[in-house]
């Protein structure tokens, strides 16, 4: 799913000489779960990182702890960001009722484009 985003992505970084910040927020309950979390996602970022590296694109990798929505919001608003790009998940209606989605709740709150992009 997230390979189709970075395509996407990586077109729009050469196009405009950008600078790319992949973030991931870890959401955890308990540190033993943060930890293997953290690993997990150091490890997945790494590759991902590559992939824009291997293209000649400035990429920075920022990993935060904590509820998505929240975390996502803050850092938008201590950074200098042109564009939020996300792959939706493709949830359905009822479980967005249910629980809400991080993309939803970003389009509502910051005044930042947002590009959804559906696997």
Not at 6 to 29: G, R
Request: hydrophobic content about 40%; some cysteine.
């Amino acid at each position: 799913m997230d390979d189709i985003i970075i395509q996407h992505v990586c077109k729009l970084a050469k196009i405009h000489d950008s600078t790319v910040f992949l973030t991931h927020v870890v959401h955890s309950h308990t540190f033993d779960q943060d930890r293997f979390l953290r690993e997990k996602t150091t490890a997945y970022m790494a590759d991902k990182e590559k992939i824009f590296k291997a293209e000649d694109i400035p990429v920075r990798v920022i990993i935060l702890s904590g509820e998505p929505e929240r975390e996502l919001l803050h850092e938008l608003d201590e950074g200098d960001y042109d564009l939020i790009a996300m792959a939706t998940h493709g949830h359905n209606f009822f479980l967005d009722l249910l629980f809400g989605s991080v993309s939803d709740h970003l389009k509502h709150k910051t005044s930042i484009p947002l590009l959804l992009i559906k696997a």
